[in-house]
């Protein structure tokens, strides 16, 4: 079936799938994208606590996967999301 079967058929709550579809939508064909807290939220048009407890039912759900990103300098960057 689709890409989302899996996704309707789990008890997550709305604002995770629209997150996971969000993601999904901008990764690439290895299911990697990184777009920023603030930007998902922006157009989406969810505060940026919704999508980080939406990112937080994705992880705990394993849909996806988290791992942080640092610039050359050691400053934070956004975090590299693997789809599952």
Request: net charge positive; glycine share 6%; proline share 4%.
């Amino acid at each position: 079936m689709g890409y989302f079967t899996s996704l309707y058929a789990s008890e997550l709550p709305h604002r995770a799938v629209a997150v996971y579809m969000y993601l999904r939508d901008r990764a690439d064909k290895d299911g990697k994208c990184y777009p920023a807290i603030g930007t998902i939220a922006r157009e989406l048009k969810l505060s940026k606590s919704t999508v980080k407890r939406a990112i937080a039912d994705l992880e705990k759900s394993d849909h996806l996967c988290k791992e942080p990103r640092w610039r050359e300098n050691g400053g934070k960057s956004s975090n590299l999301y693997h789809i599952r």
